[in-house]
């Protein structure tokens, strides 16, 4: 690319859209949250996003802590999303320098991740089990390839009838940037997408797995759905989701004893290191759970 060209605002966040979405595969949640943040930092500087500098990102943070009481949290995904667009300016030539530099991402409070407990997966299915709900066989098998694999929401959304092996008990998933990999699946779960099939409707052009009311590849807004339509229904945690089933998954398999490197490849993480904040978790949970149970215990006393 030319160290000369300007582009506008629209064109440079378009360009950093196909570059997150098609190069990087970066689901569609994720991107839109990224574009959102581009768009209101745009409408506070009113100036280019290739002229802005370092004081208009501090004047930003602090307008957002101090007018909107944004949390940390929320804080650290703009900062995120500003290093992350500035980054790709700089490596397209568009900058020599980023406005980013001095930046530092608010210190955030340690917290466990939000996910599902044993008991609240248990109260999760048996509400699928007891509704009258027409697809609550076609849901029943959705929530087990979530808690038997890890899968993310886009790789079920993928799911075709050709991705699932009964015999080597493997399911077929799309990974981050459209590379494949194959993942194990329990019995249990073959059996609900096996129950599943049997009412699936005959669709000749169509090989999706899920199938939607209307004939068609069921959407990623849909299986959502239907993770928060069952969540409130059971009456557990508001803030589980489809992607705290993935969280589920994990740090059930790490405290069972399965291997970080096995996780690590039935997650589809490029990096270990990424598997690895899960035992953390663990170890943590473990922890806190011990605590509960000895920590203020003393046999020795009279």
Known sequence: MSETKVLSDEELIDQFRVIKEVEEGLASSSLNQYLHDLTLFSKFTKKPLINATTRDIRAFLVHLKRDKGYKKTTLARKVSTLRTFYDILLREKYLKTSPMGEIKTPKLDHTLPIFPTEKEIHKLIETVKEGNSNYKTRDLAILAVFIYTGARVKGIHNLSLKDI???KETLRLVSKGGKHRYVKISTTALDLINDYLKIRPKIEENDALFISRNGKRIAIRTIQHIVAKYRDLAGINPAISCHKLRHF?????LSRGMDVRVIQ?????????????????VDELLSNEYNKAFGNVDYGEK
Do not use: D, W
């Not at 998954?249 to 398999?253: C, G, L, R, V």
């Not at 589809?268 to 904040?277: C, D, E, F, I, P």
């Open 165 to 167: 092996n009964f015999e």
């Open 249 to 253: 998954f994990a740090t059930t398999a």
């Open 265 to 281: 490849q039935q997650l589809g993480h490029s990096n270990l290191s990424t598997t690895q904040k899960y035992t953390h978790v």
